[in-house]
């Protein structure tokens, strides 16, 4: 799933109205497992000047990166994460690593070959979905505006839930983002 899509759905999951320090540690929950790829991808695309071609095709496969998405998209990680922030009775901790596990657990059946060893350190095995989230060899043209419909309206209903100020600036900005998709599908479509 696009990354503003995790975190809209971990806001809505695991946020909670009037307090920001749950509600922030479920939007960073729900960007953590995708961090490592904007942190290299970033590195690459603005800083060394890689084409991106290059970076998506040949670095994001690379044993190197693979072993970091590894470490940050396992399933059994974060479900010991999430174990321990119940055994502690952290509500904070909990908002985190449920997001995350959120996160995960939506990503899990939306990749194909871009998939990740979400069972690490088990195995490195990866579920290559027949299903994508975005590839349209592997139904992308009908999964995207499904995650974009259902992300736009879950962002409605968090204007309605959440009040504050920041949060509608923070929801409209996702918002934004989920419109330009949709009208990049749109354009796709028409292309």
Request: hydrophobic share 65%; charged share 5%; proline share 5%.
């Given at each position: 799933m696009m990354s503003q899509t995790h975190l809209i759905f971990g806001i809505a999951a695991f946020g909670k109205p009037g307090n920001a320090r749950i509600?922030?540690?479920?939007?960073?929950?729900?960007?953590?497992?995708?961090?490592s790829l904007y942190a290299m991808a970033g590195t690459h695309l603005f800083i060394l000047d890689t084409p991106p071609q290059i970076v998506f095709g040949e670095l994001y496969y690379s044993d190197s990166w693979q072993a970091i998405f590894r470490i940050d998209n396992?399933?059994?990680?974060?479900?010991?994460?999430?174990?321990?922030?119940?055994?502690?009775?952290?509500?904070?901790?909990?908002?985190?690593?449920g997001a995350a596990m959120l996160h995960l657990l939506l990503d899990f059946p939306l990749h194909n070959d871009d998939a990740r060893a979400h069972f690490w350190p088990i195995t490195d095995w990866k579920f290559l979905s027949p299903v994508s989230y975005w590839d349209d060899q592997y139904f992308?043209?009908?999964?995207?505006?499904?995650e974009i419909a259902t992300a736009i309206a879950v962002c409605v209903w968090l204007m309605i839930r959440f009040t504050g100020r920041w949060m509608r600036g923070l929801i409209g900005l996702l918002l934004a983002l989920q419109t330009a998709a949709a009208i990049a599908t749109v354009v796709r479509f028409i292309s």
């Open positions: 509600t922030a540690a479920a939007l960073l929950g729900s960007f953590i497992p995708d961090a396992s399933i059994v990680l974060w479900g010991i994460a999430l174990i321990v922030a119940i055994m502690l009775k952290s509500k904070v901790a909990f908002a985190l690593c992308g043209h009908i999964v995207s505006p499904i």
